[in-house]
């Protein structure tokens, strides 16, 4: 029983986390921490923190500029108007600009207004409902390491300000 249990703990480990890669079949795929709608909405904020001051971009201008699909553009862009983390000003001069500094918006902010909260795992978040979730909660080896792994994961993103990305955005690979 205690075999059995551990294997079901490591796959849902591998699956979860696993280096950053799951198997399914025989074939490996990169385990994605960001949606589409994230992507769009980052872009859309970094294009944003560029404009001078007083500045307003609307969405057409930041999917041309940019190549991302201007409904899903929309979309982040009212997620994230809804979030206070920019504004929406009307008129047919209108758009969007930051509601706030560079320095002050998260990444954790950003993603959990788009797709809501990166979770690695069930029991990582510490949510009450998980345990009746998981078949094998109370038992299940890594509960604590992921719990202390979303940790790290939350305090690294919070600590990463779109100021940052802005600046990262031209660098090189």
């Not at 909405?41 to 041309?64: C, F, K, P, V």
């Not at 207004?113 to 909660?137: F, K, T, Y």
Request: net charge neutral; aromatic share 4%; proline share 6%.
């Amino acid at each position: 029983m205690r075999a059995i249990l551990n294997q079901q703990c490591i796959r849902r480990f591998e699956f979860t986390v696993g280096a950053a890669l799951y198997r399914y079949g025989d074939s490996e795929r990169p385990l994605s921490a960001l949606n589409k709608k994230t992507d769009y909405g980052l872009i859309a904020l970094t294009h944003l923190a560029r404009l001078g001051d007083g500045e307003l971009a609307s969405a057409s201008d930041i999917a041309a500029g940019s190549g991302a699909p201007p409904v899903l553009l929309s979309n982040a862009l009212k997620d994230l108007a809804g979030a206070g983390l920019i504004e929406s000003v009307r008129g047919s001069r209108g758009g969007y600009r930051l509601a706030m500094p560079t320095n002050s918006i998260s990444l954790d902010h950003v993603i959990a207004a788009l797709q809501g909260p990166i979770r690695l795992s069930e029991c990582a978040m510490g949510e009450p409902e998980a345990p009746a979730r998981c078949p094998v909660h109370g038992r299940c080896p890594i509960t604590g390491p992921m719990r202390r792994v979303q940790a790290g994961l939350t305090e690294f993103l919070r600590g990463v300000t779109l100021a940052d990305v802005v600046a990262w955005s031209g660098e090189e690979d």
